[in-house]
């Protein structure tokens, strides 16, 4: 960097000098005559800058290919790239970057979307001139590039059976803005834009592995599911498909009109792929006996027809209400196909020092234990991938009780959830 700082200051230090030695009133031109006339050893033709946005057509699944390039006005280019005016189009569109060179996710996309799509023209628009700033300066020069990526979107409609309808915007991070602008200032409408933007609540560039899985693993689209906050999503309450409450993410998404500023929300595996199961569950909490402030710590094994889940933990997010129905977030890595049996487990209970306290003085007060058991006669469960309903009853109705080191078993009893304009049978009040 100090290297770099120095020949910056001599550079300037030699435009200032030359400067003063042209006519003020001559034209620009006449100081490059004047500086090669002085100095004839200096009459190299210099190569023409690169421009600060290039269009990189990606004509190879190797990262190390160069390409080749895009640039409006130049029918020829359209012929050396192989461009298909007639396929679909995707714009990659990378945003800052703090090296000056491509991330490892871009090119990773890049070869998802060749495996996808494999007649479809993928572009890098290479603006990293401009993303190899100061990130203020970076974010001021977005609106620039949106620009050049509408100029070239406009001269490629002039080309015969060029369609907006085909073209795909892929921005991240400062890309998405990119994308934003050159959506404005296109003439017509661009088909598809997919602001991978840091909104999302996870690790850095999750968000395109995410993108990057919905191209690779069709099989196993992941869904997320809108919710107003995250303590809501724990808890399992956002798991509805209602009025295009949820959507499968990345490439596969709907086009849906949702309300602004909406918040989507999803579990997630560590890698690919992502997908996971989501399940809600209901569990009605019955105590007869004193709890004090012990709050228990469930977990549930599910077992179904395709496999049996591992002791799964149901988070607490609130405590748990006695004699009211809770709700729980419960998500399997593994397609359990349809539900059969419900393995309810406590397995120890977690105190604050003042319930502790508290305990010590009722005991002190009270020379007896307090007896830790809850009753709990069924267990509603819904899923969020199939949005279907089923009910599960305890196996043993004369054993509904549960207490720390102790497990319930849930068998499936009903396919749905009564409602409440249905009218209780004896069973349900069971």
Not at 283 to 303: A, D, K, R, W
Request: with cysteine; net charge positive.
């Amino acid at each position: 960097m100090r290297s770099f700082f120095f020949l910056l200051c001599l550079c300037s230090l030699y435009c200032s000098v030359t400067a003063g030695k042209t006519d003020p009133d001559g034209p620009e031109g006449r100081l490059e005559d004047r500086s090669l006339t002085q100095h004839p050893q200096s009459n190299t033709v210099h190569p023409p800058a690169k421009p600060s946005v290039r269009f990189n057509v990606r004509t190879s699944k190797n990262p190390e290919h160069e390409g080749c390039y895009l640039s409006t006005g130049h029918d020829q280019h359209l012929k050396d790239c192989d461009f298909n005016t007639t396929a679909k189009t995707f714009f990659i569109i990378h945003g800052w970057t703090m090296s000056g060179m491509f991330e490892n996710w871009l090119f990773k996309l890049v070869s998802a979307l060749q495996m996808r799509e494999k007649d479809a023209n993928v572009v890098v628009v290479d603006w990293l001139p401009l993303a190899h700033q100061l990130y203020t300066d970076a974010v001021n020069n977005t609106r620039e590039v949106g620009s050049k990526i509408a100029k070239m979107l406009n001269w490629l409609q002039e080309k015969e059976h060029f369609s907006l309808e085909n073209v795909h915007l892929i921005g991240y991070s400062l890309g998405a803005h990119v994308a934003g602008y050159a959506g404005n200032f296109v003439r017509g409408t661009i088909g598809r834009i997919t602001a991978i933007t840091e909104v999302v609540k996870c690790e850095h560039e999750r968000a395109v592995h995410l993108f990057v899985d919905s191209l690779v693993n069709q099989d196993k689209q992941s869904f997320a599911f809108q919710c107003t906050d995250s303590n809501r999503f724990k808890k399992g309450i956002c798991l509805s498909c209602r009025k295009n409450r949820c959507n499968s993410i990345g490439y596969n998404a709907k086009k849906i009109r949702h309300k602004r500023n909406s918040k989507m929300y999803l579990k997630t595996r560590a890698g690919m792929p992502f997908k996971v199961y989501h399940y809600q569950m209901k569990i009605h909490v019955f105590s007869y006996n004193t709890m004090g402030e012990t709050e228990p710590s469930f977990y549930v094994t599910l077992y179904g027809t395709n496999t049996d889940s591992q002791s799964l933990p149901l988070e607490i997010v609130e405590r748990i209400d006695l004699n009211a129905t809770n709700t729980f977030l419960v998500y399997t890595e593994e397609d359990m196909g349809d539900l059969l049996k419900i393995k309810l487990s406590w397995e120890g209970t977690t105190q604050s020092w003042y319930s502790l306290w508290k305990e010590l003085r009722n005991y002190l007060s009270k020379p007896h234990k307090p007896v830790r058991e809850l009753h709990i006669r069924r267990i509603r469960v819904k899923s969020g991938e199939t949005q279907k309903k089923l009910t599960f009853c305890v196996e043993d109705p004369e054993q509904t009780s549960i207490s720390p080191g102790k497990d319930l078993w849930f068998i499936k009893c009903r396919d749905g959830w009564r409602t409440k304009n249905q009218t209780s049978s004896a069973t349900d009040l069971l």
